[in-house]
Antibody
Framework: QVQLVESGGGVVQPGRSLRLSCAVS????????MHWVRQAPGKGLEWVAA????????YYAESVKGRFSISRDNSKNTVYLQMNSLRAEDTAVYYC??????????????WGQGTLVTVSS | DVVMTQSPLSLPVTLGQPASISCRSS???????????LSWFQQRPGQSPRRLIY???NRDSGVPDRFSGSGSGTDFTLKISRVEAEDVGVYYC??????????FGQGTQVEIK
């Protein structure tokens, strides 16, 4: 069955870096774009970043542009989110989610269980 | 960016009764291909989001038929025909017509009276 498993979350000091991973299984990874979506404690959903199925296109929310970087390794069925210069407002559960490559809207469908990132001194 | 506005933000419902959530977008969501990319997601307590509806009215696999989506242009609605206990959670609309960014509504908390 479809599985997306995030890892790499934890407590980090402001200004430091963290890399999240999302390992997938149960579907053909190369046929899917991937997104990261976050949810601050008690808040709603905020789209963070997206990468196309072949890695050729990447998009970022303004709130993370220049600090976060999304990448993927199709040989490892894994997508990454490199987060630099972290701020307190980046504290959230980070979810990875997929979208079918033939869907021009890149609408997410399946989601992982999320990994918590806490930025605090 | 397209702003998605949901109402109400809190919706107490009686078991077995219908429920309706509204979602309005700041721009029309019909894409040049003729499709309207408006989705609905359910997030049960302590769980990750689950997509219920895509392209306004198409139910995802395994979604009970008591859930239905409708609307066009800038006004959309998610209806639950008869609310069950397992429907408690937060519901989000999301647009994926004018991206980036992909944008969500604030969420509507559905609870049992």
């Amino acid at each position: 069955q479809v599985q997306l498993v995030e890892s790499g979350g934890g407590v980090v000091q402001p200004g430091r870096s963290l890399r999240l991973s999302c390992a997938v299984s149960g579907f053909t990874f190369n046929n899917y774009g991937m997104h990261w979506v976050r949810q601050a404690p008690g808040k709603g959903l905020e789209w963070v970043a997206a990468i196309w199925y072949d890695g050729n296109y990447k998009y970022y929310a303004e709130s993370v542009k220049g600090r976060f970087s999304i990448s993927r390794d199709n040989s490892k069925n894994t997508v990454y989110l490199q987060m630099n210069s972290l701020r307190a407002e980046d504290t959230a559960v980070y979810y990875c989610t997929r979208s079918y490559y033939l869907d021009s809207s890149a609408t997410p469908d399946y989601w992982g269980q999320g990994t918590l990132v806490t930025v605090s001194s | 960016d397209v702003v998605m506005t949901q109402s109400p933000l809190s919706l107490p419902v009686t078991l077995g009764q219908p429920a309706s959530i509204s979602c309005r977008s700041s721009q029309g969501l019909e894409y040049s291909d003729g499709n309207t990319y408006l989705s609905w997601f359910q997030q049960r307590p302590g769980q990750s989001p689950r997509r219920l509806i895509y392209r306004v009215s198409n139910r995802d696999s395994g979604v009970p038929d008591r859930f239905s989506g409708s609307g066009s242009g800038t006004d959309f609605t998610l209806k639950i025909s008869r609310v069950e206990a397992e429907d408690v959670g937060v519901y989000y609309c999301m647009q994926s017509t004018h991206w980036p960014p992909w944008t969500f509504g604030q969420g509507t908390q559905v609870e049992i009276k």
